[in-house]
Antibody, heavy 127, light 108 residues
Framework: EVQLVESGGGLVQPGGSLRLSCAAS????????MNWVRQAPGKGLEWVSY????????YYADSVKGRFTISRDNAKNSLYLQMNSLRAEDTAVYYC????????????????????WGQGTLVTVSS | AIQLTQSPSSLSASVGDRVTITCRAS??????LAWYQQKPGKAPKLLIY???SLESGVPSRFSGSGSGTDFTLTISSLQPEDFATYYC??????????FGGGTKVEIK
């Protein structure tokens, strides 16, 4: 059974840092691209970041570029999101999500649709 | 960024009703569109991918159609467990990947 379990959320002051983790099991983690998606309280879904299976390709939403860093450790079946310079508008539930189908074109790979999601971890940025 | 506009933003329907939700993209995305269902406090669940392909394990009362800029999610006969919020998502090679604003399906 595919499982994705996020951890690391919590309350942090504006300007602070937090590192989220996503532990994967039930599938060959090293074969799949992964993503972080967030959802502010009462709001819709926002894609945050993508990392290819080998970490060779990484993308970020403009809203987090330069502040967040996505990474993975295939030996530990784990995905990470290092979040620095946090702002109130980063308050959200953060989900890790598996890319369902690899899509590569012109030598670059891109995020697609997401077939498995974790339960989410809440990040609250407030003083 | 490609904008996805869902309509309606909410609707009230009865069990057994046929429900249609539309998603319009600000530019053509071929068939690179997915639909998700989200219940309160839960993660989204993939229903439809590639605009019209039913994800494994999803009931056949769900269907998707469209290509280019106009897409539709249809629930042929609404069931009690279908009351939820539905999101479309585009995954063309255009970044950022974006979601529609959501459609909340409520009990009439």
């Amino acid at each position: 059974e595919v499982q994705l379990v996020e951890s690391g959320g919590g309350l942090v002051q504006p300007g602070g840092s937090l590192r989220l983790s996503c532990a994967a099991s039930g599938f060959t983690f090293s074969s799949y691209s992964m993503n972080w998606v967030r959802q502010a309280p009462g709001k819709g879904l926002e894609w945050v970041s993508y990392i290819s299976s080998s970490s060779s390709t990484i993308y970020y939403a403009d809203s987090v570029k330069g502040r967040f860093t996505i990474s993975r450790d295939n030996a530990k079946n784990s995905l990470y999101l290092q979040m620095n310079s946090l702002r109130a508008e980063d308050t959200a539930v953060y989900y890790c999500a598996r890319d369902a189908n690899p899509y590569c074109s012109g030598g670059s790979c891109y995020p697609t649709d997401f077939d498995y999601w974790g339960q989410g971890t809440l990040v609250t940025v407030s003083s | 960024a490609i904008q996805l506009t869902q309509s309606p933003s909410s609707l009230s329907a009865s069990v057994g009703d046929r429900v249609t939700i539309t998603c319009r993209a600000s530019q053509g995305i071929s068939s690179a569109l997915a639909w998700y269902q989200q219940k309160p406090g839960k993660a989204p669940k993939l229903l439809i991918y590639d605009a019209s392909s039913l994800e494994s394990g999803v009931p056949s009362r769900f269907s998707g159609s469209g290509s280019g800029t106009d897409f539709t999610l249809t629930i042929s006969s609404l069931q009690p467990e279908d009351f939820a919020t539905y999101y479309c998502q585009q995954f063309n090679s255009y970044l950022p990947l974006t979601f529609g604003g959501g459609t909340k399906v409520e009990i009439k």
